[in-house]
């Protein structure tokens, strides 16, 4: 093995069936195949059909992204596979099949932690992670501010959503508008020609009662309502709806508290970098204004390129290879698929 490990990895936690390879921090094949137009007509994802479709593409994903790669697959040192959390028909999908590639080829097997994955992702863009480092994941099912000392031993949450997670709320309010699924490309797409401040939408937990509680942790199911009650007046009242204003001053409340308790949890800590990543991470709002902010508090912020922050195989051979790295133990071949898997287990 040499010293920049060979790795392969798994996503389907969700509605993507992700294959990536990647030697040490460099991303050779990124290849998804994505179901997410047969959600599409349901408005959101349906565990059932994403297990089904991750059946179907598994094997021509990995031929793919081996061909892409250029490489065999009996030249890769490590089978990397998220384990969870996820949904767990999907989750088992890629576990099952990682194990009988990894049995196949006599290879070790890491089931690592989606989270965690969204952490490691960063290396193949702008190299080794900073230590310590603030991450903030942010997607249909996360919000979470975690402090990275080595992603590959653990991380600490400071904060999570106790409710609706960003991505859900995006999702929700598209759905109110009017607009696609998956909500946040198209809230993103409307705000940009809207009014930011032309709705003065709800911040949720930044009250200073709230702050006592939870300095560190989301809530959107109060914002969500909010849109929807006001979207309800103006229906009722028969005057027209402008989407634009809408989403940008939706999309305005989220950015503002999680860049705002981003940056207070970072100098709480005295750490100088912040991470970003997640679906979430693509929105182009968030980007700026976390970046305005942290430029102005005299912190850096690493935000992977839009198509490495959504679910991704990637992201998983980055974690991998960074485990085969610094010599971790790799998984057993009856490691499971762990739908809650915490967030303090970065292996299986």
């Known amino acids: 093995m040499t010293d920049e490990p060979l790795v392969l990895g798994i996503e389907t936690s969700c509605d993507e069936t992700g294959v990536g390879i990647v030697r040490g921090h460099t991303l050779l094949a990124d290849t998804v195949a ?17 297990s089904r479709a991750h059946l179907e593409a ?11 790669a250029g490489i065999s697959l009996s030249d890769v040192d490590a089978v990397a596979v998220t384990s969870g959390p996820g949904l767990a028909g999907a ?34 863009e702008h190299g080794p992670l900073p230590e310590p480092c603030l991450a903030m994941l942010v997607s249909g099912g996360h919000s979470s501010l975690l402090e990275v000392t080595d992603v590959t031993v653990g991380v600490e949450p400071m904060g999570s959503t106790i409710d609706d997670a960003a991505g859900e709320a995006f999702d929700k309010v598209a759905r109110l508008l009017g607009l696609p699924f998956p909500g946040g490309p198209h809230i993103d797409k ?10 003065d939408f709800p911040r949720g937990l930044t009250s200073r009662k709230d702050l006592e509680r939870h300095r560190f942790d989301f809530s959107f199911s109060g914002l969500k309502t909010a849109v929807a009650r006001w979207v309800e007046a103006q229906q009722r009242a028969g ?25 207070d949890a970072a100098t709480s800590r005295g750490i100088e970098d912040i991470l970003i990543g997640g679906g979430v991470a693509a929105n182009s709002r968030l980007r700026a204004m976390a970046e305005e902010r942290a430029t102005a508090a005299g912190i850096r912020v690493r935000v992977p390129r839009p198509g490495l922050c959504t679910d991704n195989g990637a992201m998983v051979a980055a974690l991998g290879a960074e485990l085969v790295a610094r010599g971790r133990t790799p998984s057993m071949l009856d490691l499971p698929a762990d739908s809650s898997m915490p967030l303090t287990t970065v292996v299986a």
């Open 91 to 124: 989750l088992l999908v890629g576990v099952a099949s990682a194990k009988a590639l990894a049995l196949g080829l006599g290879k070790p097997i890491y089931g690592v932690n989606h989270l965690a994955a969204h952490v490691a992702v960063d290396q193949l």
């Open 58 to 68: 598994m094997v021509p994903t990995i031929e793919r992204a081996a061909e892409t």
């Open 239 to 263: 005057t027209p709806i402008d989407v634009a204003d809408v989403a940008a001053s939706f999309q305005e409340a989220v950015c503002d508290v999680l860049t705002r308790k981003a940056i």
């Open 190 to 199: 409307q705000a940009r020609s809207g009014n930011s401040v032309a709705i």
């Open 34 to 50: 994505s179901s997410v137009a047969e959600h599409a007509r349901f408005g959101g994802v349906v565990p059932e059909v994403a």
